[in-house]
């Protein structure tokens, strides 16, 4: 089998030819090579992150995130493409998100995952979990922008919601409007129509909490353009939907020889680098594991037993030396009297 890993860098350096600028998640063209080719990868405010709950700042100020026409987007087809990086959907711009500094027109959504040899799938991470899959609608802003390609740019140029993707009892109905149409799209540059659904109930009941932070694309050329929404509650999916997303797909074209899964495309967390992180909400950290719970219930009742301890050595003392008074005193009292007269 020597020749396996010969031949799959001999197809990737053929498809680095034909595209000047191939990237993968692992190998040579791996994450941790993009920045020779893309220098913003390099940079020092870059997505993912790890959100951890401890340092996060809790800002009453930050309002609900507001999407406008997410639950009927407009009566063209959208599509549905395998790009070879991951599975995307256009979106109309008539879906708008309100509730941010500008508004923002959406532009498509796409989804990172993992594979079942590994956990993990999501590309931030709470308090260093990660999820099974994450969902990102990205939008530029339409405020000050004509289209994408102008705002991927610019500081203030583009609005991402992420979605964790956690997996639950049932079938979430509104992400098998994409997931049912994965065998259609197996190989890399194929795509569908499909007709407009309601996009809402892709996101998580409540919008009211999030976190937020100034971030970039997770992808080449890694643009740190990005006004991250972190939604702390997951969508859920049924397993066997979590199933289609990491069996179904191929990175490599119809016609190669070498066919190879689409699966782990997601970025590990980059550093923070003081960047703030706010939450809409009172985030108290999540990372309470059952350990810690059990040494916490530990320390509280070790705390009480000492305490007493200390007031049933303090009470017997008292008594004692109570009742050694009360012996002196009997003593005394007992004791003859001097006849003075
Ligand atoms: C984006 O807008 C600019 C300015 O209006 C225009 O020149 C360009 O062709 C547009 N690009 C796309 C991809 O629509
Ligand atoms: C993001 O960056 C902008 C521009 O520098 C700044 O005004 C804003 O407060 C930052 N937002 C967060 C959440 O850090």
């Not at 790009?83 to 498509?108: F, K």
């Not at 996009?199 to 009211?208: E, K, N, S, Y």
């Not at 200390?310 to 008594?319: C, D, F, L, V």
Request: aromatic share 10%; with cysteine; proline share 7%.
């Amino acid at each position: 089998m020597l020749w396996a890993p010969v031949l799959l860098q001999g197809v990737s350096f053929a498809w680095a030819a034909s595209k000047g600028s191939h990237w993968t998640y692992e190998g040579a063209h791996g994450q941790e090579r993009w920045q020779e080719t893309y220098p913003d990868c390099g940079w020092q405010a870059q997505s993912p992150i790890n959100i951890q709950t401890e340092s996060v700042q809790y800002e009453p100020s930050l309002p609900p995130v507001e999407p406008e026409g997410y639950r009927s987007p407009g009566t063209e087809k959208l599509t549905l493409k395998n790009n070879g990086h991951t599975v995307q959907l256009s979106l109309p711009q008539t879906m708008r998100l309100h509730g941010l500094p500008r508004v923002y027109s959406a532009v498509q959504l796409h989804f990172h995952w993992g594979s079942q040899r590994h956990t993990g799938g999501s590309e931030h991470q709470v308090d260093g979990r990660a999820f099974p899959a994450e969902v990102h609608i990205v939008h530029f802003n339409s405020e000050k922008y004509a289209n994408l390609s102008e705002a991927k740019n610019q500081a203030d140029g583009l609005a991402v919601l992420g979605i964790f993707l956690e997996v639950g009892d049932s079938e979430n109905p509104a992400y098998s409007h994409i997931l049912d149409h994965l065998k259609d799209i197996r190989h890399a540059e194929q795509e569908i129509s499909l007709s407009p659904f309601n996009i809402r109930d892709l996101l998580p009941a409540h919008l009211g909490h999030y976190f937020r932070y100034n971030g970039s694309l997770t992808t080449p050329p890694c643009y740190q353009s990005v006004l991250w929404t972190v939604f702390h509650l997951p969508a859920h999916i049924s397993a066997a939907q979590l199933a289609k997303l990491q069996k179904s797909l191929h990175s490599t074209k119809e016609e190669e020889t070498l066919q190879l899964s689409l699966v782990d495309n997601f970025r590990r967390p980059q550093d923070l680098n003081h960047r703030p992180v706010l939450s809409s909400f009172p985030a108290a950290p999540s990372g309470y594991s059952a350990g810690k719970i059990v040494a916490i219930i530990f320390g509280v009742f070790l705390g009480c037993l000492s305490l007493f301890l200390a007031g049933w050595i303090a009470a017997k003392r008292i008594r004692e030396k109570t009742r050694q008074d009360q012996k002196g005193v009997v003593f005394k009292s007992s004791s003859p009297r001097p006849v003075t007269d």
